[in-house]
């Protein structure tokens, strides 16, 4: 919990402005919200865990489960959806055998779907781990998920 | 400013058109340098934004590094922005001493050594030039066109875009030597807070947020307001699907931002302004961050600048992901660590915003038009444009298109010049339609297309500007597919505060979903029930856009009912025939068994889930269309590759 302490100590004297950079320090620091960094932020800004919760749903991008080694994003802007991004979910959803928002149980995978990456030329586009990979075809697909594997 | 020592104090003088006598040969010096108008050494540049990454412009660069290494070779390596040639990154450019600064497309690691090889001995690999830069001063290459004219640059207008891909975003030095912040010394050195916003408001400027609000007048309400704190608020949120302008923009020539920032917090009377962009903007985050921090060093931002007694501190909010906090009164909530729901206006946030203080929120291409506007005047801003429309617009073009692009043209261009500057459609292919501002805007057909791009044309014939993403369609796209994409993105970003844009979008996905796939017994009852679906779809479309708060319902269903009125056949297709004619709508398929491949293994006939499949085992198998609702899975699981779909 080191991490959060840290983040906690930081910001001693901040106010309710500083609610959703905290959140997003803290979601940097150990790749998602867990459950004792709600409570610990909650007593750093005086608020209720629900106000925080409802915040935190509110907005896409927070993570309330921890994420797989590789999280893998799936960009689901127009143009990798007219390059059938949807097929891309597919795949994932059976080679993992899990849904979009959800870790494998042991831990290794996650899924995420995210509005246009930025590399629209390069549709469709996954991240893992942050890193882009662009033109994903069935056959690239495996050797992708290697070469994350291998950085 | 006493701090500041040496070649920087040579900068800000010339910054603030202060050059001393002394000084000039030797800011004269520096600023060509800079300008990189005579080099002693060979020059790489290397476009460096999000989409070049993900092209493999790291690897390139590595590349670069190792052959300079190997060959033993003196060069530069510099990293700079995006052209806005998306689709032909990996970019590099090679400007050898006396010789015109020349770019190379689809340059990937594996070709660099190829192309220097040849490039520094004087011999040009021709199979991957793009363009040559014209300077008078330096001699071009043979048989390599100038940028400035080739048709995708020569009808574009670039003001905006004027320092993208030529110079090194992470150096204020570089937008210093090119112009930069002159504009901001001017103003706040010689103008009033009211000169500014008249020659904004002179200027004609109108966001290009969406609204097309006049930007000057905005900023007068604000600088009217008697008030302790103001607030200064760059929307820089950019989130509708289809839109990258502003990042490639911001990944490219951030100091334009920082400047257009700091003069329009000066015109408002703001001293503390804040960027709003997307914590998903990782890269546009990171060049920021480094240009305010380069503009604090030099004494353009903090306390006191240039001792004019104006202060300004300018910070950046990471929005962690909502599509309505673009709105900006969900914006300011979002900031004030809430959840990030539109308020009803008035008031305004020009006069009530942030923590109820005054607050002018505008775009960030509405920024960066700013300095321009000082520097040139805002008669010169005049005659860009048409009438009630002046200056540019950005255009993101993606979709199916041959060059995915950014481009920049002066508000009065016709529609189809964009299509036309994308290179078109894929060949092969008809051009079926341009869907223009996302999720609220409309799809035009090619007809429309003459439409001149400005304000009051669009207003006219019912269409919506939007921000800038141009998505264009051509006949493998089905149009139902689409609006059903939008609609699921309005329902998954409704904020939920209004029934009609909530309870709406669902039911209006609902009914896109039903007419998209094949119930599994369909009868004629069926199609009647998903025909009146249709026709509720225009009422609630109705309801909808008088009703909801903000724009993102009042718009919901924009692209709906613009297909609804042009496709109209596409949509009885689906409804009555059950078919997509572009082969989209996967759950519209009916599938087939080839009887000649097919050795009746039954592994299909087992796992359909409609149990549409018969036959005996080791004969071909038979797939009954009344059944079959499509879902693929026959095909997946045959080995002997004897289903197919129509
Ligand atoms: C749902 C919704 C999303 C919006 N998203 C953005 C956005 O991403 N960027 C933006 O500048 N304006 C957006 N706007 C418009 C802003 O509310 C606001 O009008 C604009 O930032 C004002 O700046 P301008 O006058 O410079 O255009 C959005 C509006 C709505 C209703
Ligand atoms: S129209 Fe939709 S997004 Fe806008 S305030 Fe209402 S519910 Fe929220
Ligand atoms: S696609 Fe194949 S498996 Fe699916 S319902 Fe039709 S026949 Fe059955
Ligand atoms: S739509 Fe996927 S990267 Fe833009």
Redesign the pocket.
């Known amino acids: 919990m080191s991490g959060i302490d840290d983040i906690i100590l930081r910001h001693s004297h901040a106010t309710r402005d500083s609610l959703i950079p905290i959140l997003q320090e803290i979601q940097d620091e150990i790749g998602y919200l867990s459950e004792e960094s709600i409570v610990a932020v909650g007593k750093l800004l005086n608020l209720p865990t629900s106000k925080i919760y409802g915040l935190a749903t509110f907005y896409n991008q927070f993570w309330f489960q921890p994420k797989g080694k590789y999280h893998i994003q799936i960009c689901q802007g127009t143009t990798c959806h007219m390059e059938g991004a949807f097929s891309l979910i597919d795949f994932f959803e059976k080679k993992f055998n899990l849904k979009v928002g959800q870790t494998t149980r042991n831990g290794e995978y996650s899924l995420e779907i995210v509005p246009c990456l930025g590399a629209c030329s390069k549709s469709p586009v996954i991240s893992i781990n942050g890193i882009l990979y662009g033109s994903i075809t069935a056959e690239n697909l495996e050797e992708i998920l290697e070469e994350a594997a291998r950085t | 400013m006493e701090k500041i020592h040496g070649s920087d104090q040579i900068l800000l003088h010339h910054v603030l058109s202060k050059t001393s006598d002394e000084q000039k040969h030797i800011t004269e010096e520096k600023i060509s340098m800079l300008r990189r108008q005579t080099v002693s050494k060979p020059i790489i540049y290397i476009g460096s934004t999000t989409s070049s990454h993900v092209a493999g412009s790291k690897k390139t660069l590595k590349a670069v590094e190792e052959y300079r290494q190997e060959m033993n070779v003196d060069l530069e390596i510099i990293e700079v922005g995006s052209i806005g040639l998306c689709s032909l990154e990996p970019i590099m450019d090679v400007q050898l001493p006396g010789r015109c600064r020349v770019s190379f497309q689809k340059v990937t690691g594996d070709v660099v050594a190829t192309i220097l090889d040849g490039v520094l001995n004087n011999f040009l690999p021709s199979e991957f030039a793009l363009a040559q830069y014209r300077n008078p001063l330096h001699q071009p290459w043979f048989n390599v066109p100038f940028f400035d004219d080739l048709p995708f640059f020569k009808h574009q207008h670039r003001l905006l875009l004027e320092n993208c891909g030529l110079i090194n975003p992470e150096s204020i030095e570089d937008y210093i030597a090119w112009g930069g912040y002159k504009a901001f010394a001017n103003v706040i050195s010689n103008y009033t807070h009211e000169e500014v916003c008249d020659a904004i408001d002179k200027s004609g400027l109108r ?5 097309g ?1 006049p ?1 000057g007048k ?1 900023w007068k309400e604000t600088l009217s307001i008697a008030a302790n704190q103001k607030y200064f608020i760059c ?1 820089a ?4 699907p289809g839109a990258f302008m502003e990042r490639v923009l911001m990944e490219s020539d951030p100091h334009l931002i920082i400047e257009g920032i700091a003069i329009s917090s000066y015109a408002v009377g703001a001293n503390k302004a804040i960027i709003y962009t997307r914590n998903r903007y990782a890269l546009t985050v990171i060049r920021l961050e480094k240009a305010i921090q380069q503009a604090y060093d030099l004494g353009l931002l903090g306390f006191n600048i240039f001792d004019s007694g104006f202060n300004l501190d300018i910070s950046i909010r990471k929005g962690p992901g909502a ?2 906090c ?3 009164t969900a914006l300011i909530k979002s900031i004030e660590g809430k959840r990030g729901m539109p308020n009803y206006k008035p008031p305004f946030p020009s006069t009530k915003g942030l923590h109820g203080k005054p607050t002018v ?3 960030v291409e ?1 920024i960066a038009n700013v300095p321009h506007i000082i520097n040139n005047g805002f008669e010169w801003f005049n005659t860009i444009g048409t009438k009630q429309s002046k200056g540019t617009k950005l255009f993101s073009v993606s979709g199916k298109v041959n060059r995915v692009c950014l481009l920049e043209v002066p508000f009065g261009t016709p529609l189809s010049k964009l299509v036309e500057l994308a290179g078109g459609v894929p060949e092969g292919q008809k051009l079926k339609a341009v869907q223009i501002g996302g999720p609220s805007g409309e799809c035009i057909i090619p007809e429309d297309l003459q439409t001149p791009i400005d304000f009051e044309s669009f207003k006219n014939k019912g269409l919506a500007m939007g ?1 800038g993403g141009v998505i264009v369609y051509d006949d493998t796209v089905c149009i139902i597919d689409m609006v059903k994409y939008f609609m699921n993105f309005i329902k998954h970003e409704s904020c939920g505060k209004c029934i009609p844009c909530r309870e709406g979008s669902q039911r209006m996905l609902d009914i896109l979903t039903a007419i998209s796939s094949r119930p599994a017994n369909s009868d004629g009852h069926g199609s009647l029930e998903r025909f009146k679906g249709v026709i509720l779809l225009e009422s609630m479309a109705e309801v909808m856009r008088d009703t909801s708060l ?3 319902g009042q718009t919901a269903s924009n692209p709906l009912i613009s297909a609804l009125k042009h496709f109209k056949n596409e949509f009885e297709e689906h409804i009555f025939e059950r078919k997509c004619v572009a082969g989209v709508c996967r759950n519209l398929r009916i599938y087939y068994i080839d009887v000649e491949k097919c050795t009746g293994c039954a592994a299909c006939a087992k796992r359909c889930p409609t149990n549409a499949i018969i036959g005996t085992p080791r004969s071909p198998y038979f797939v009954v269309e009344e059944k079959c609702i499509g879902c693929g899975i026959c095909e997946e699981v045959c080995k002997f590759s004897s289903v197919f779909f129509k």
């Not at chain 2, 949120?237 to 509708?240: A, G, M, Q, V």
């Open positions: 966001g290009r947020g969406g609204g609000f930007t905005k929307n949120d950019e989130s509708d599509y309505v673009g709105e900006e929120v505008n775009n509405t921000a903000c724009g993102l």
